[in-house]
């Protein structure tokens, strides 16, 4: 009778365990499978899409990523791209976590409008803001190009269609009157369009980028280069119409031989992130890059502050990286 009883106690026993196993008791951090109590996942591995190696993205998100690495356990790998409006699409399609990206062109992307007419993103947030990306019209000195106008029946590079670089291209000609209809329109990557400039294939380049740019500097060292300049009324008007613009200009001597402020236009660049990744991986991510980001050596770190982070934000902050501004107490004007 005793053990019968005994084994009655120990099959309830039994029970209980495999009751209490299944409802989740004991596990308090998550359920094991990669995922924070918050929901989403915290991987071991991130991806995070950059831009062409001949720009600015790429060299930025290399440092970036290797800080990632050290500072959250979560191993990340930059990797080249091409760049704003693939990255949306990539990150859409959840080919990676991570990804830079202009402004303009994630609240494009949410909005479904530009490139992304039909098919707006509705799984991508921001971690925030970076430095500025301002857009350089670049041409040889020699070639008679003043100003945007001056543009009209030129070979023209205007990056990959739908690219961040393309919808700069289109809205700066739209306010001087123009489409890209009035030039011979190149769709080129950096690297190419410097190139094609240096070897007299194509006579000016959009090339949105945060300065100096690698492509240009290494234009600058081969022949005279001229950055054409926006005329201010067209940057009032530009601004006007599409507030994600700011005033910019390229400092004298960014760029060999080049003596003279020049006065342009700029986005923001950013850093946009999946919404499938936790609260606490996106925390820690995006603490990691706003508090180490003086250990950089890339000149446009020092824009990288919690100042600005959340400057030129048109698209939905993830949670993780809310909490962390939240925390310090940085919040959108």
Aim: charged fraction near 20%; proline fraction near 3%.
């Amino acid at each position: 009778m005793k053990k019968k009883n005994y084994l009655f106690s120990f099959a309830m026993l039994l029970v209980l365990a495999l009751f209490l196993a299944a409802c989740g008791g004991g596990d308090e951090g998550g359920n094991g499978d990669g995922e924070s109590a918050e929901g989403g996942e915290t991987p071991e591995f991130l991806q995070m899409l950059t831009g062409g190696t001949s720009g600015t993205y790429y060299p930025l998100g290399g440092e970036m990523a290797t800080i990632i690495s050290d500072e959250t356990g979560m191993e990340t790998d930059a990797v080249s791209s091409n760049a704003s409006a693939d990255n949306m699409v990539a990150l859409q399609e959840e080919q990676s976590e991570l990804a830079f990206v202009q402004t303009d062109v994630a609240a494009n992307a949410i909005e479904g409008i530009n490139s992304f007419e039909g098919n707006p993103v509705d799984n991508v947030q921001a971690i925030g803001s970076l430095y500025p990306e301002t857009i350089q019209i670049v041409t040889t000195a020699d070639s008679g190009i003043a100003s945007v106008e001056d543009l009209a029946g030129k070979a023209v590079s205007v990056g990959a269609p739908g690219s961040g670089t393309y919808v700069n291209a289109e809205q700066i000609l739209e306010i001087h009157g123009m489409t890209m209809d009035d030039i011979e329109a190149q769709n080129l990557d950096f690297g190419e369009s410097t190139s094609g400039i240096q070897d007299g294939n194509i006579d000016a380049a959009f090339i949105t980028s945060g300065t100096p740019t690698g492509a240009v500097e290494g234009l600058a060292a081969t022949v005279d280069i001229s950055i054409v300049p926006i005329a201010q009324d067209k940057v009032d008007a530009l601004v006007e119409k599409y507030p994600y613009y700011a005033a910019d200009t390229v400092p004298a001597e960014t760029y060999s031989g080049q003596s003279e402020e020049v006065n342009t236009v700029a986005v923001l660049a950013m850093l946009a992130v999946t919404d499938s990744l936790s609260e606490d991986a996106v925390y820690e991510i995006t603490k990691a890059i706003y508090e180490n980001a003086g250990d950089m050596a890339h000149a446009k770190a020092e824009f990288i502050t919690t100042d600005s982070a959340l400057d030129g934000i048109g698209i939905e902050v993830h949670p993780g990286a809310q909490k962390y501004f939240d925390e310090i107490g940085v919040s959108a004007e």
